[in-house]
Nanobody, 114 residues
């Protein structure tokens, strides 16, 4: 089993920034991918960004150039730096881990509003 603990969500004005963190613990596989998905009210969960064990990154087109994903392998932690936030970025953000199986965090709310 892998446990994921997210932090960093909150309320921010349009154009502002937030940084999400997700720490993995438990039976961590030697090579694993992590990332972030989000789900807005009435919409399906969608990919935001992922990062592989080798550091390969993948972003949704809607966040390219504004969000940056990174990881600290020593801490089994993934980060999502979100800049130039827009109201349409409002959603519950879920941390994702894949080693041998998929695991999800409980989610953290990000609200972009004036």
């Amino acid at each position: 089993q892998v446990q994921l603990v997210e932090s960093g969500g909150g309320l921010v004005q349009p154009g502002g920034s937030l940084r999400l963190s997700c720490a993995a613990s438990g039976s961590i596989f030697s090579r694993y991918s992590m990332g972030w998905y989000r789900q807005a009210p009435g919409k399906q969960r969608e990919l935001v960004a992922t990062i592989s064990s080798g550091g390969f990154t993948n972003y949704a087109d809607s966040v390219k150039g504004r969000f940056t994903i990174s990881r600290d392998n020593a801490k089994n932690t993934v980060y999502l730096q979100m800049n130039s936030l827009k109201p349409e970025d409002t959603a519950v953000y879920y941390c994702w881990y894949y080693g041998r199986n998929n695991y999800w965090g409980p989610g953290t709310q990000v609200t972009v509003s004036s």
